[in-house]
C-alpha cells in the first residue's frame, strides 16, 4: 500500500523560492507516477506537475520555467522546486501517486493515493 507525505510548505516573499518533498513509502513505490497539485480557497484542485517512474516530466503552462519536479534515483522521495514564487501560486499542495508508466492518464479516485498536503502562502 503506497503512502505519501509532503514537506516543505511555508511562507515565503514574492520572488522567492520554496522546495517542496513527497515521501513515498509502501509497495512498488518507485513505479508510481507522481503528481503535485494546488488547491487555493474557493478553488479547484489543479495539477501543477507530474513525473513518471522513468522520470519523464510534464507542467502545467502556469509553472513551466518556474517550477522543477524531480525524483530520487530509488523512487522514494518526490521534490517541487517552486522559483519566482507570485501570489497566485498560494494555496494547499499536494502529492498523489499512481500506478502508471506514463503521466496523462488522469487520476482516478479509485487508484490514486494522495498525501496530507502542505500549505504554501506566497506573500508582497
Known amino acids: 500500500q503506497l503512502q505519501l507525505a509532503e514537506s516543505g510548505g511555508g511562507s515565503v516573499q514574492s520572488g522567492g523560492s520554496l522546495k517542496l518533498s513527497c515521501a513515498a513509502s509502501g509497495f512498488a513505490s518507485e513505479h508510481y507516477a507522481i503528481g503535485w497539485f494546488r488547491q487555493a480557497p474557493g478553488k479547484n484542485r489543479i495539477e501543477l506537475a507530474c513525473i513518471s517512474p522513468g522520470g519523464s516530466t510534464d507542467y502545467r503552462d502556469s509553472v513551466k520555467g518556474r517550477f522543477t519536479i524531480s525524483r530520487d534515483n530509488e523512487g522514494k522521495s518526490v521534490y517541487l522546486q517552486m522559483d519566482s514564487l507570485k501570489a497566485e501560486d498560494t494555496g494547499v499542495y499536494y502529492c498523489?501517486?499512481?500506478?502508471?508508466?506514463?503521466?496523462?492518464?488522469?487520476?482516478?479516485?479509485?487508484?490514486?493515493?494522495w498525501g496530507q498536503g502542505t500549505q504554501v502562502t506566497v506573500y508582497s
Open positions: 498523489a501517486g499512481r500506478f502508471a508508466v506514463s503521466c496523462g492518464s488522469g487520476w482516478p479516485v479509485s487508484r490514486t493515493v
